[in-house]
Structure formats: C-alpha cells, structure tokens
C-alpha cells in the first residue's frame, strides 16, 4: 500500500526568521508524530538551513524539500542552485515543474526532465509538477495534456524505487484561487497519471509511487480528495503557511 504524502510548499514567503518560527511551530503540533503520513516542507532556498537546524533540534517529523534546483554541478550560473548544495544541506526532496514555474520562468518541459535526472543522480525525491490551464480544461484536453507533460518529464528515467519520486497533479486554474478541482476532477486525472506511470515504469512501481493533488487544497477539503483511489495526497501551499492548518491537513492523512 502507498503511505500518503503531506508537502508544504512555501513558495516565495517567509524570512529565515519567520521560516524557522514557522518549523519550529509545526515541529510542536506535530510532536507526537504523523503515523504513516510523510510530511515534507519546502521553504525558499534561503530558508533551507534554517529548516534543517529545526528539524535536526527538535527530532521533527518531517523532511526538507526545496522549490527548485538547476542540473549543472557547479559553475557559472548566477542565481541558480546545484542538487549537492541541496543535500549538503539536508533536503531529501525538490519541487520541479510548478506551474509558476513554467509560467513566469519560462519552464520547458525538457528543463523539468534535465532537473528530474540531476536530482535523481544525488539521491533526492523530485516532486514533479503537473497541471493544465482553464483554456485545455475546458477544451476538454486536461487528461491528454498531462500525460504528455508526464511522458515529457520522465523521457529516458529509469525508476528502481516507487519512493524515488512523486507526482503532484494541479490544475493552474485552481492554484491559490480558492476553486479547488473537485476529488472525482483530481481521481480524473490523477488516475490517468498512474495508467501512464505504469506504461513507463510497469505496474508494480506505479502502484506505489505517491500522486499527490495539489491547488486550494485546505483543511476543511483535503478528507474528500484522500478518498480517491488514486490521490495519495496533497502538495500544499496557502494553507501550509501556518502551522496549526497545516498540521490539521497532516492529521486530516492520518486518519
Ligand atoms: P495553493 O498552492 O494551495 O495555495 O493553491 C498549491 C501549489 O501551488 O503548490
């Protein structure tokens, strides 16, 4: 059976300071432990250390992920991030391919599949994004959009572990909107990410990799969407910012 998945993701919020309050405070509502749930937070880059000084002190029960990486080693690439910096410092997992990512940044999906296999190469969990606009929802095109994403994102992976990676299914059009996809919408697609997953990696290693949902998901709807068969989860970002909801969602997988 697949153990489900609570990730926070910060996006562009918190000082250090604030960060480590943030750690600190979801450190002690969660100090009895999540049971089966894994529960990762990924703080801005600059927050990174500060999180894992946290999580280090206070045995915390959740793990460092960061928001992005670059696929080169070292080198002349001002502003970017090198996956070793990233285990040098404690982080275990790293989003690639969020839609503000693409959006904004300009993401291929050939960037996404270059950072899935550096990070891959250093031992850290990708959290491979997906989603598609209002426009292909509407057109009727979402499921077909994904798994095109999907295929693109992993092209040339090899996966021995399901716990080597995780997906997380968003719909741009329900990202920090407050409109959430509704859990038959996110079983929709995030059924048609396993069928893909399986094609690409057989059946066994898809029937354990975590699919997680992602977009306005809170603690008042994540129960719906953990009764989906193939929703192993939430990636989390408005409401992972503080600690009390956050820990809510986590205690919400728990059950
Ligand atoms: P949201 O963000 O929960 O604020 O909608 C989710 C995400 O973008 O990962």
Redesign the pocket.
Do not use: M, P
């Given at each position: 059976m697949r153990s489900r998945m609570i990730a926070g993701?910060w996006?562009m919020n918190k000082t250090y300071d604030e960060a480590v309050e943030l750690a600190t405070g979801l450190a002690d509502e969660l100090k009895d432990g999540t049971g089966s749930v894994d529960v990762v937070v990924c703080p801005p880059a600059v927050d990174l250390k500060g999180v894992a000084e946290v999580i280090e002190q206070k045995k915390a029960p959740f793990a460092l992920g960061a928001q992005d990486v670059y696929w080169e080693e070292s080198g002349a690439y001002t502003g970017e991030t090198a996956p070793n910096m990233l285990t040098n410092i404690g982080a275990k997992y790293c989003i690639i391919g969020?839609?503000?990512r693409r959006g904004y940044f300009h993401e291929t999906d050939e960037d996404v599949n270059r950072k899935a296999k550096a990070l891959l190469a250093h031992n850290i969990i990708p959290i491979n994004?997906c989603g598609e606009s209002l426009e292909v929802r509407e057109a009727g095109k979402h499921v077909s959009f994904v798994v095109e994403q999907i295929k693109k994102d992993t092209d040339g992976i090899e996966l021995k572990d399901p716990n080597q990676y995780v997906i997380?299914y968003?719909p741009i059009w329900?990202?920090?909107?407050g409109k959430t996809a509704t859990a038959d919408d996110a079983q929709e697609v995030c059924g048609a990410i396993r069928e893909t997953l399986a094609s690409l990696f057989g059946k066994d290693l898809a029937d354990t990799i975590r699919v997680l949902y992602?977009?306005?998901?809170?603690p008042d709807n994540i129960a719906g969407f953990l009764t989906e068969e193939d929703v192993d989860g939430a990636?989390?970002?408005?409401?992972?910012l503080k600690a009390d909801s956050f820990a809510a969602m986590v205690k919400a997988a728990m059950n």
């Open positions: 993701n996006k969020h839609s503000e994004c997380a968003e329900a990202i920090g909107t992602g977009g306005s998901a809170k990636l989390v970002g408005g409401a992972s």
